[in-house]
């Protein structure tokens, strides 16, 4: 049995509990319902105005693809680990002859398709709205926003599952993941806003505060793939200079790799050296 | 079968410490199980039972010489294809039926085929999920899947907890017939009440050491095999 068949296995097997999860059916209902109405305001505040395009609802898209999803993630990884450890499950996985590598590997290989499956399910629904009016630009930027989307959201399974393998308990699992995403989606924005002026961070403090939360990260980024750095007002003139457009891309783009790759080794070496 | 005096016990632990914080669980354990042997652990609660099976199956850190067949255990995956272990609480995703996690299970280990053959209506209805099964039900499941892939050490904890009289007798005809193929069996259970008869050996465990091995004379007498091992109170130094 190779260890690629077994990691495989044990994803699908993931995959199929999280798509039987009553949660996860009621949080991809939620997100496709507010992608759904994010794609309708979006479309109705353009027509008002009397424009074509898909500007506004694409907008929407963005800011509800990350928002919602994140947060699904993270609870899904934050779940797994520690829910199996807890009631006994992890012990029946480890005490196979499998490789302790193998086990927050596969949870994170599983808890990334059934995100993915949302985002694209939610997405997706808004996208057909978009398409009764869509120009061919306006879908190269749904598909933007879907792949920015999967990126950000497979960060957050990551740092979920870091978060279970680091948790004594399934609820402390669950406790530290919904703070993580209140930090991650607001708590950062909001204390920057309030600290940023008396420290004077500066476009590179600016730039520092983008890179260590994906979500933000996420969001300067498709903002760059759609509009340019120009969208960015002056901080985007600093990443034009600094870094140039492609540069900046890149950063961002390497930051989200981080935060995938980061946590899930954190959780692969916790999970090799803990007691089950 | 391999005689009970073969010099490479199956599973030979010596010296085997595990603490939790200052509180050790395990204090120099030692204890030799033959090639199709039986042992039972007993012991009060806290007494270390399920600490001894967790570190044989390569799920805590210890301190001390664990091997099977003469080969050493760690957490290498090739540690674990020869011992299957049956947690106290199997703890199986209610989701999941029955099929689907033997399917996994067969997977993990490499094989689907089952140590022994499990007598009639011994298993649930395998199209159920577990969710939907009583504990008892749920917990044959558990025990069908300690039986993939042929394992030679089967470390059972509490492996009686929720089955009826059927079941436990079902259990006991289970371990026999896997020792008669030369598996060696480790059971863990606070007493031997409903499970005498089981196996050849008690082990009592108490204050992180072996206080009272010996053997089970209901097995020996009942089965009529020989558990001709060393005298009790030879086989185990007390830790």
Redesign the interface.
């Known amino acids: ?1 190779s260890a690629m ?2 990691v495989t ?2 994803a699908a ?1 993931e995959l ?2 999280a798509t ?2 009553r949660w996860v059916l009621i949080g991809a209902g939620v997100f496709a319902a507010a992608a759904v109405g994010a794609t309708v305001a979006g479309l109705r505040s353009f027509a008002s105005l009397g424009l074509a395009g898909a500007g506004a609802a694409t907008d929407g898209l963005v800011q509800v693809a990350l928002l919602l999803p994140p947060l699904l993630g993270l609870l899904l990884g934050a779940g797994s680990l520690a829910r ?1 450890r ?4 992890l ?10 590598t193998t086990l927050p590997i596969a949870t994170f290989l599983g808890g990334v398709v059934a995100v993915w499956a949302i985002v694209a399910f939610g997405l997706g629904a808004g996208g057909l709205l978009i398409a009764t009016v869509a120009t061919l630009a306006d879908l190269a930027a749904l598909a933007t926003v879907v792949v920015v989307a999967f990126s950000v959201t497979a960060s957050a399974v990551a740092i979920g599952i870091a978060i279970a393998a680091l948790a004594s308990t399934h609820q402390q699992a669950t406790a530290a993941a919904a703070a993580m995403w209140l930090l991650l989606a607001l708590g950062l924005d909001l204390l920057l806003a309030g600290v940023a002026p008396g420290l004077r961070l500066g476009p590179s403090g600016l730039l520092a505060a983008v890179l260590v939360n994906p979500i933000e990260a996420g969001r300067v980024l498709v903002l760059l793939l759609l509009e340019g750095t120009a969208a960015l007002g002056p901080f985007g003139a600093y990443l034009s200079d600094r870094l140039g457009r492609p540069g900046a891309i890149t950063l961002l783009g390497s930051s989200l790799m981080a935060w995938t790759a980061g946590p899930l080794l954190l959780a692969v070496a916790v999970t ?2 803990r ?2 | 079968m391999p005689s009970l005096r073969d010099a490479t016990p199956r599973l030979r632990v010596r010296g085997l410490t595990k603490a939790f914080g200052r509180h050790r669980v395990l204090d120099g354990v030692d204890l030799d199980v033959p090639a199709g042997a039986a042992v039972l652990l007993t012991g009060d609660n806290g007494s270390g039972k399920t600490t001894l099976l ?1 570190c044989v ?5 210890a301190v001390g010489e664990l091997s099977i067949d003469g080969r050493g255990i760690d ?4 540690s ?2 020869t ?3 049956l ?7 209610g ?2 039926t029955g099929a ?1 996690l033997l399917q ?2 067969g ?4 094989s689907h085929e089952l140590l022994i053959d499990l007598p009639a209506r011994f298993l649930p209805p395998l199209d159920r999920p577990v969710g939907q099964l009583s504990g008892g039900q749920r917990q044959r499941v ?1 025990i069908a ?1 300690a039986l993939l892939g042929g394992p030679r050490l089967l470390l059972l904890d509490e492996p009686a907890a929720n089955l009826d009289e059927e079941g436990r007798a079902a259990l006991i005809d289970l371990v026999r017939r896997a020792t008669e193929q030369g598996v060696s069996v480790v059971v863990a259970a606070p007493s031997r009440g409903e499970l005498a008869g089981m196996t050849d050996r008690v082990v009592r465990l108490a204050g992180g050491g072996i206080v009272a091995p010996g053997r089970d004379v209901a097995r020996s007498r009942d089965a009529g095999r020989s558990c001709d091992g060393p005298p009790p109170g030879q086989e185990e130094v007390a830790g």
């Open positions: 049995m068949s077994q296995g044990l097997f199929r509990g039987r999860s199996d807890e009631r006994g499950f012990a029946m996985f480890a005490s196979q002859p499998v490789s302790r090799r050296r007691d089950i | 967790r199956a390569g799920l805590v850190d957490r290498s995956p090739g674990r294809r011992l299957s272990y947690p106290q609480s199997p703890g199986l995703p989701w999941a689907e996994l299970f997977r993990l280990r490499g558990a899947i």
